[in-house]
């Protein structure tokens, strides 16, 4: 039985495997979601920071839940796209679509997860029965379930990196943060997604244990009978 935690890296998704039985980690970095299917099999669970089931128009319950639970790091909660903008081919139209709309456009950083949203929309549009185990964590808010609060340091500077691996370590083993940096390159996989994908096998791992939450209570279905919510 494996469950997997996945976060978007510049070489694709980086994914930290663990088998329950054994306890054992591995560490994958993948081009699309479809290659880590064919590499580990279909796992038990798969929790992925990146936003599962869309709207036409408006905002998710599971994004302005999430981002009051963060409070003052709330702002990490990028907007998910809406689907009509989700085909657009280059930022422009994309904030174009959106304007038509609802009147306002793209920002740059919401437009960078549209490649990684679209593909996964697809994946689950062309494959229902990836609705069961796949399941859209944020890592912030994992994190922030995780150490009983918000963490305050942003995630890119050292007390925020050391914040968040003073939860890893003690978690997953003193070296496994040191063991997966050494295995790919930091132009491929940043420290950040690193921890950030930790972070998402820990809720993995509440989740197939039934100690998860999730943002809403009762989960929210989009046009395609898609989950929109977010896990902790």
Known sequence: MTIVGVDGCPAGWIAVCQERSSGTLNAHVVGCLRELFEKIGVPQIVTIDMPIGLLDEGSRICDIEARKRLGSRGCCVFPAPIRPALEAGSYA???????????KGVSAQAFGIYKKV?????????????????????????????????????????????????LTKPHFGMGTFDQIRNQFRKRDVSNDDILDALAALWTAQRIVTNS????PKPELRDAHGIPMRIWC
């Open 118 to 166: 679209r593909e996964i929309d697809e994946l689950l549009c062309d494959n229902p029965s990836l609705v069961d185990i796949l399941f859209e964590v944020h890592p912030e808010v994992s994190f922030a379930a995780w150490h009983g609060s918000p963490i305050r340091a942003q995630k890119a500077t050292k007390n925020g990196f050391d914040d968040r691996q003073a």
């Open 212 to 215: 998860a939450e999730s943002l």
């Open 93 to 103: 139209d994309a904030s174009a679509i959106r304007r038509q709309i609802e009147g």
